[in-house]
């Protein structure tokens, strides 16, 4: 990388070979999460059949079988509810990896792709040692890149190669509608997967819209969704000084030695996190939080093991 940036403001091929050795502690498999996992109890694997584990009863959505309706609780509650099974069984995975321009931001150690690429490393070693296919899609703010699910290690490692190809591109690749990236990445995954696949969206969702909340809650009808948030700290807390800040496009003077300009950037951040964890919630989808400061492998695990 040319010496003009700094080390984690990039990330390389073999860094990301070398997240393989991370890939352990936890697991996408239903049956060996722990009780107080992310995907525990109602965020476990929802597999939709018959002569499987029964596992719960909950309201009925559009798409459910409508075998598996509880007729009993249906009629107690005089609102249909459908039961829903487990079954361990080989399960695709599609890993969404957001390298697009609001992504090429860090303030402390890493940037925000750097961290998104190293988890879609991490996730894809530990898909392929549990024999599941992987694959993924990339997605920047010229388009998406995507690579199909297969199983083995040579689909693998095609798909970190494209990750860090759109990764260096950050550094020339001009800024179009930022808003437009997620939005266009979530609508194509809906031509690539069809039912049962787990589907890992790593992003800073800074530029979520309400058709991305609708495509997301239609994937979740028949697969797994599971959200990862990448966020810097000074998204959050600014710091306590006179700065500008600007987008590419526009500049501003943010006086952060105010009390209420900081407390009023930070109750934003937390708000509108707040509202789209409660939007995902709705559709049954869980949302970790991953910073640009502390290790991906230690941040995942704490997810996984010890989701509050």
């Known amino acids: 990388m040319s010496e003009?940036?700094?080390?984690?403001?990039?990330?390389?091929?073999?860094?990301?070979?070398q997240m393989s050795r991370y890939a352990k502690g936890f697991s996408f498999r239903a049956r060996k999460q722990k009780v107080r996992s992310i995907l525990a109890g109602k965020y476990a694997s929802k597999l939709r059949g018959r002569g499987m584990d029964f596992e719960e009863v909950r309201q009925y959505v559009p798409g459910d079988d409508i075998r598996n309706i509880d007729w009993k609780v249906t009629a107690r509650t005089q609102k249909t509810h459908s039961k829903v099974f487990t079954e361990e069984k080989e399960k695709p995975v599609l890993i969404v990896v957001d390298q697009s321009k609001s992504m090429f931001f860090g303030s402390v150690k890493k940037t925000k792709s750097v961290v998104a690429a190293e988890l879609a490393a991490m996730i894809a070693f530990k898909i392929q040692k549990e024999?599941?296919?992987?694959?993924?899609?990339?997605?920047?703010?010229?388009?998406?890149?995507?690579?199909l699910p297969k199983r083995n290690k040579k689909n693998t490692l095609k798909l970190l190669e494209r990750i860090v190809h759109h990764n260096h591109n950050l550094k020339q690749n001009a800024s179009g509608d930022r808003s437009v990236a997620l939005r266009e990445a979530i609508s194509k995954l809906r031509n690539i997967v069809t039912h049962d696949f787990l589907i890992v969206?790593?992003?800073d969702f800074v530029y979520y819209s309400d058709?991305?909340?609708k495509n997301l809650s239609r994937l979740a009808q028949h697969?797994?969704?599971l959200l990862a948030k990448v966020f810097d700290p000074i998204e959050r807390k600014i710091p306590r000084e006179k700065m500008i800040v600007g987008d590419g496009n526009h500049q501003i003077m943010v006086d952060g030695q105010r009390k209420k300009v900081s407390e009023k950037f930070t109750a934003g951040?937390?708000?509108?996190?707040?509202?789209?964890?409660?939007?995902?919630?709705?559709?049954?989808?869980?949302?970790?939080r991953m910073n640009?400061?502390?290790p991906v492998d230690e941040q995942i695990k704490r997810a996984f093991n010890s989701h509050e």
Do not use: C, H, W
């Open 292 to 294: 640009t400061i502390d």
């Open 131 to 147: 024999g599941d296919r992987v694959g993924g899609l990339i997605f920047t703010d010229q388009g998406a890149d995507a690579v």
């Open 211 to 213: 058709e991305v909340v």
């Open 4 to 17: 003009e940036y700094p080390k984690d403001v990039f990330v390389s091929l073999e860094e990301l070979l």
């Open 201 to 203: 969206v790593i992003s």
């Open 223 to 225: 697969n797994d969704v």
């Open 269 to 288: 951040f937390d708000q509108d996190l707040t509202d789209f964890e409660t939007k995902m919630k709705k559709f049954r989808i869980p949302l970790i």
